[in-house]
Every structure is written in structure tokens, then in C-alpha cells.
């Protein structure tokens, strides 16, 4: 529903729970919420993580800790980029982090993108 001053809540209704959405600060918007490209980037991070917690858990990994970060790079024509930032703090082998690497890109939400949206995914690994 839009509530005025360019601003967007959504309902969820399932659960009952809601969000805002403001326009760009840019567009003329408040710029005091995320924007519908700011969420965009949210939810494809919570897909990768949700994948890498699935392959982990299936095999055995732990991934209690890891932290992504998620935003969206504007340009003229809309989203230019998604920029995801992978922390892992916990010490794995070479093959179970290619094992996590690839679950995060089975993302079907990123996957689901347009191509031309490029997704830069950062990992830092502890050693």
C-alpha cells in the first residue's frame, strides 16, 4: 500500500508481519528505509545463506556465524549490481568451502535475475 511521501508498506500474510520500502533518496524519495533495490540485495543474501545453510547442514558443516552483507549499486537505467560480502569465521578445508561457494550460487532467487545484473560475491575466509 502506498501511505504518502513516495514511502511503500507491504503485509505479509502469513505471519502478519509488514515492511516499508522508500524511493531513492536520488528520485526524490526520503531515503530513510531500505529501497526496493536495497531489499532486492537483502533477499537474494538471505537466499545464498539459506542454501549455504542447507548444504551444511546436510553435510555435517557447521556455519553458525557466517555473515553476508548485501547492497545494490544504482545506475541511470536501475540496478547495476548486487555486492555480497561473505564472512566466514570458522576455519574450513579447501573442499568444503568450494562445497559452500557452490551452494551460494544455486541461489534460485539470484539465479532468477536478469543477467545483465552482475552479482559480486566477496568471501573472506578465516584461516
Known amino acids: 500500500m502506498l501511505t504518502g511521501g513516495m514511502r511503500c508498506h507491504t503485509h505479509f500474510v502469513p505471519s502478519g508481519a509488514t515492511f516499508a520500502t522508500d524511493v531513492p ?23 545464498m545463506l539459506s542454501m549455504l545453510a542447507y548444504t551444511a547442514s546436510r553435510k555435517g558443516i557447521q556455519a553458525e556465524g557466517i555473515c553476508l552483507k548485501a547492497h545494490c549499486t544504482e545506475g541511470p537505467r536501475g540496478i547495476g549490481s548486487l555486492v555480497l560480502d561473505i564472512s566466514v569465521p570458522i576455519p574450513l578445508p579447501h ?10 550460487r544455486s541461489c534460485p532467487v539470484g539465479n532468477a535475475i536478469h543477467p545483465h545484473i552482475e552479482k559480486k560475491i566477496s568471501w573472506h575466509w578465516a584461516d
Open 95 to 104: 573442499n568444503t568451502r568450494k562445497m559452500l561457494e557452490m551452494a551460494v
Open 25 to 47: 533518496k536520488a528520485l526524490g524519495g526520503r531515503g530513510e528505509l531500505p529501497t526496493p533495490g536495497d531489499m532486492l540485495a537483502a533477499c537474494v543474501g538471505s537466499c
